[in-house]
């Protein structure tokens, strides 16, 4: 090797370490730009801390719990494993799906616009997966496409009860479509429409989230206590009160969660829109996206999971 092939070998070296740096800066001010927009909304009392919630389940999680959401993700999907696929998670949450994805094989990407979400995520990476560069944790927006769009293609795009949080969930369902690669699929859960019901439930969460922190427990008590009621007296009714109290001592859903940090999740999770059925389907059928598995049967006021293929 020559003097020139040295200098040659340095000069990229050096242009290499620049760039690598600029793009650190980039991400570093996105970053914080995000937070800072995060804390505005929440003092504002236009988003619900979802983070928060998650902070105080990731205390509850257990192997059990992980393994109900391994095993929902295989059957919502239809696979034994994601060997070999990249999965991105928007809107990560507590990171529990992400974890989930890893585990079954897959390279994650997960963001979160929550500050908390974004930090309970990166936990449960280093708890689980420490130091694996498989798995890739950012704080992002699904309502910027440029962000989207910088991240590639997916051969998975999973957002569970996510976009209908953002305050443009037309516009975030159609940011989903940017990163999911032909032949790709895209599992997304949304709100479903139930008229006049779904209108107060917007009152009760917009309230929620304006109130000050030492009203906001007994608010959302209040708010779920004709329900809780119905269920206590139907189980009485039915002479089973062992169904009622076992529904919050063995609380465990398909998705591996925590009852009341549901609960909380769901009374204070503003912004909150809804959609039908056949607005999803004909939002992403008239975008190339084939419908391949949907789960709305019986679900109220909660969320219908659809998983859709983008033509190839």
């Not at 309502?143 to 009860?161: H, K, M, Q, R, T």
């Not at 996510?162 to 940011?175: K, P, R």
């Not at 949304?190 to 030492?214: E, M, S, V």
Request: charged fraction near 25%; hydrophobic fraction near 40%.
């Amino acid at each position: 090797m020559n003097e020139g092939d040295t200098f040659n070998d340095a000069d990229h070296a050096l242009a290499n370490a620049r760039a690598f740096a600029r793009t650190m800066s980039a991400t570093i001010t996105n970053d914080i730009k995000i937070a800072e927009q995060h804390s505005r909304e929440v003092a504002s009392g236009e988003r619900f801390e979802f983070g928060r919630n998650w902070s105080a389940f990731l205390s509850v999680l257990n192997d059990e719990r992980i393994d109900l959401a391994v095993a929902s993700l295989k059957a919502m999907l239809e696979v034994e494993t994601l060997e070999g696929k990249t999965f991105l998670d928007i809107g990560s949450g507590s990171g529990l799906f992400s974890l989930a994805a890893r585990k079954l094989g897959a390279t994650v990407h997960s963001f979160d616009f929550d500050s908390n979400s974004f930090a309970c995520t990166k936990e449960l990476r280093n708890r689980y997966f420490p130091g694996d560069g498989n798995w890739r944790v950012e704080q992002g927006s699904a309502l910027d496409p440029a962000y989207l769009e910088s991240l590639g293609n997916f051969d998975i795009v999973y957002s569970w009860g996510v976009l209908h949080h953002t305050g443009q969930m037309w516009q975030a369902l159609e940011n989903a479509v940017i990163p999911t690669k032909a032949g790709g699929k895209l599992f997304i859960a949304i709100y479903n429409d139930t008229g006049n019901q779904a209108k107060r439930w917007h009152w009760i969460k917009k309230t929620y989230c304006g109130l000050p922190g030492f009203i906001k427990t007994p608010f959302a008590i209040a708010s779920i206590l004709p329900e809780e009621a119905k269920n206590l007296v139907g189980s009485l009714v039915r002479l089973k009160p062992g169904e009622y109290i076992r529904s919050w001592t063995n609380y465990q859903t398909s998705r591996g969660m925590n009852r009341w940090y549901d609960i909380v999740d769901w009374v204070g999770g503003y912004p909150y829109e809804v959609a039908s059925v056949d607005e999803i389907f004909e939002f992403y059928k008239a975008r190339g996206f084939n419908l391949t598995k949907v789960k709305s049967g019986g679900v109220g006021l909660g969320c219908n999971e659809f998983v859709f293929e983008r033509d190839s």
